[in-house]
């Protein structure tokens, strides 16, 4: 079981496969006034950076679950290095349904909405492992300015302009599911630089190192065309940020 090939290369030395830096991951720590020992859980944990820093940092305890062998690996090494491996546990898994046996303070889901088909059905499965007063955790992008055509929509790597909302109609939409927005972390450009454009060096290298490799033509391609890609579409119309919710 695995994630598609292509982003456990693209993303093989990210520690965050998101828009965020580790400055919003610790800006969304402390805003959440996270106190010591409340569980967290992470679906779709990624290299697991958000739950090692938080566990190192706020001395919360956690569970991610990612399909990506790699990241999964990375995350219990990053766990071992920050020394917090009694505090987190990675599980590489396919999270979708996924429901914790001990309720949770906090229930995750940054960047991966798809787990549960959609941010509505994600917070409802989130809900499922959450506490009486538990906050929910939604990673999600939102159009910095509606797409003109369908095509530029495609550009940003999205199936349609209706994949999306705008930020008041993403925030709308959660009060529409009964939820309050208690707080919210937005990323910023920078953020998105680092999460896109660390992609092309490590892509650069793989093929340096796997020339003869299956995937060096598409990896190929990919250095070829992302930079401008990125540069028209994505980093015009697209942001990103993290919601935090409370069910009303
Ligand atoms: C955009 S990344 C976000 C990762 C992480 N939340 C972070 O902040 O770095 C999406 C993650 O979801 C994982 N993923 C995709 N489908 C999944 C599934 N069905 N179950 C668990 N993880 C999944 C990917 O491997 C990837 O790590």
Same mark, same amino acid.
């Given at each position: 079981m695995d994630i598609p090939r292509i982003y456990n290369i693209t993303?093989?030395?990210?520690?965050?496969?998101?828009?965020?830096?580790p400055e919003k991951y610790a800006t969304l720590g402390r805003v959440l006034r996270l106190k010591p020992e409340t569980r967290v859980l992470d679906l779709g944990?990624?290299?697991g950076e958000m739950l090692c820093t938080w566990a190192r940092d706020y001395k919360i305890t956690g569970t991610g679950i990612d399909m990506s062998q790699l990241f999964s690996e990375q995350a219990i090494l990053r766990a071992q290095d920050l020394g917090v491996a009694d505090q987190v546990n990675f599980i590489h898994g396919d999270a979708a349904g996924y429901v914790a046996v001990e309720k949770v303070g906090v229930a995750a889901c940054v960047g991966a909405t798809w787990i549960g088909g959609g941010v509505a059905g994600t917070i409802e499965l989130l809900a499922k492992s959450l506490s009486p007063e538990g906050i929910i955790l939604i990673g999600e992008p939102y159009w910095l300015q509606l797409p003109p055509s369908e095509d530029v929509a495609k550009g940003c790597?999205?199936?349609?302009?209706? =994949?999306f909302l705008v930020l008041p109609e993403l925030i709308a939409s959660f009060g529409d599911l009964?939820?309050? *927005? *208690?707080e919210m972390v937005l990323a910023d450009q920078e953020g998105w630089d680092r999460y896109e454009a660390a992609k092309w060096l490590t892509m650069r290298n793989w093929l340096k190192e796997?020339? =003869?490799?299956?995937?060096a033509k598409e990896v190929r391609a990919q250095l070829t065309s992302e930079p401008k890609r990125y540069a028209t579409y994505t980093r015009a119309y697209l942001g990103w940020g993290v919601f935090a919710l409370m069910a009303r």
């Amino acid at each position: 079981m695995d994630i598609p090939r292509i982003y456990n290369i693209t993303e093989s030395a990210h520690r965050i496969h998101n828009p965020f830096t580790p400055e919003k991951y610790a800006t969304l720590g402390r805003v959440l006034r996270l106190k010591p020992e409340t569980r967290v859980l992470d679906l779709g944990s990624g290299s697991g950076e958000m739950l090692c820093t938080w566990a190192r940092d706020y001395k919360i305890t956690g569970t991610g679950i990612d399909m990506s062998q790699l990241f999964s690996e990375q995350a219990i090494l990053r766990a071992q290095d920050l020394g917090v491996a009694d505090q987190v546990n990675f599980i590489h898994g396919d999270a979708a349904g996924y429901v914790a046996v001990e309720k949770v303070g906090v229930a995750a889901c940054v960047g991966a909405t798809w787990i549960g088909g959609g941010v509505a059905g994600t917070i409802e499965l989130l809900a499922k492992s959450l506490s009486p007063e538990g906050i929910i955790l939604i990673g999600e992008p939102y159009w910095l300015q509606l797409p003109p055509s369908e095509d530029v929509a495609k550009g940003c790597c999205a199936n349609s302009i209706s =994949d999306f909302l705008v930020l008041p109609e993403l925030i709308a939409s959660f009060g529409d599911l009964g939820y309050d *927005v *208690v707080e919210m972390v937005l990323a910023d450009q920078e953020g998105w630089d680092r999460y896109e454009a660390a992609k092309w060096l490590t892509m650069r290298n793989w093929l340096k190192e796997n020339p =003869d490799d299956d995937f060096a033509k598409e990896v190929r391609a990919q250095l070829t065309s992302e930079p401008k890609r990125y540069a028209t579409y994505t980093r015009a119309y697209l942001g990103w940020g993290v919601f935090a919710l409370m069910a009303r």
